[in-house]
């Protein structure tokens, strides 16, 4: 009998170590989960994201303006704004300066930007220029960039107004010619477009020579674009 009670005594005990035992693995483990979870959490906090490339297509309103680097300023370092405006240049081929067939086009290729800013359409409102083949020409430029691998996020800014200058421009074409066909395209490819045209209407004051932007037009035109993409942003969730 007393030999039976210190057998039950004796595998009570190695019961209750065994209990003990897987217990403090059991602990153990649910512990080494939760170190490795909070590194690995850790490590995707501390990881900087790469920043979202943003190509600003466009003339001299854009290469000679700082609509790009108040952009560059306003969205913040998780974002990178390039200028590829190119002075002279146009929508149509038929342009002496076609913006397709300039360094910069293919520099902003190279770029793979996520968002692109397109703003042409001011030079071909010169008087001497015709729009015949305008939307099939844009359409292309358009193309180049949803060729791209990625999904591009590509906006078309309707270009500021012309006011009196000496430099050909004639604001009835940008009004009535190229504007038009600017929201004609859209609505063929289904992009959104940016009103900059109304937004500098009434100020004149912002230009320099009634074509090209002083200050405070590139930071009306770089707020509306940071709009824009903010607001692009949101709605992609």
Not at 4 to 23: D, I, Q
Not at 47 to 68: K, M, Q, R
Not at 82 to 106: C, D, H, I, L, M
Not at 165 to 181: D, F, K, M, T, Y
Request: hydrophobic letters at 45%; glycine letters at 4%.
């Amino acid at each position: 009998m007393l030999e039976n009670l210190t057998l039950s005594h004796g595998w009570r005990t190695m019961k209750a170590k065994l209990v003990l035992l897987a217990t403090v693995l059991a602990i153990l483990i649910v512990t080494m989960s939760c170190v490795a979870l909070f590194f690995r959490n850790f490590n995707k906090q501390v990881e900087p994201a790469l920043p979202i490339n943003v190509a600003c297509i466009g003339d001299s309103l854009t290469e000679w303006s700082n609509y790009p680097a108040n952009l560059q300023t306003m969205l913040g370092t998780n974002y990178s704004v390039r200028n590829f405006g190119v002075a002279e240049a146009a929508v149509s081929t038929n342009w002496f300066k076609p913006y397709t067939k300039q360094p910069a086009f293919r520099d902003s290729l190279d770029f793979q930007p996520s968002i692109v800013i397109i703003m042409l359409g001011t030079n071909d409102a010169h008087i001497d220029q015709s729009t015949y083949d305008f939307v099939s020409d844009y359409e292309t430029l358009i193309a180049s960039y949803q060729n791209l691998p990625g999904d591009q996020r590509i906006i078309i800014v309707e270009p500021p107004p012309i006011y009196e200058n000496g430099l050909g421009l004639n604001s009835s074409n940008l009004q009535e010619a190229v504007i038009p066909r600017i929201e004609k395209v859209a609505d063929n490819m289904n992009l959104p477009v940016l009103d900059v045209n109304t937004a500098l209407a009434n100020h004149p004051e912002y230009f320099v020579d009634g074509v090209h932007v002083n200050s405070d037009g590139a930071i009306t035109i770089a707020t509306e674009v940071d709009e824009a993409i903010i607001l692009e942003d949101y709605a992609a969730g």
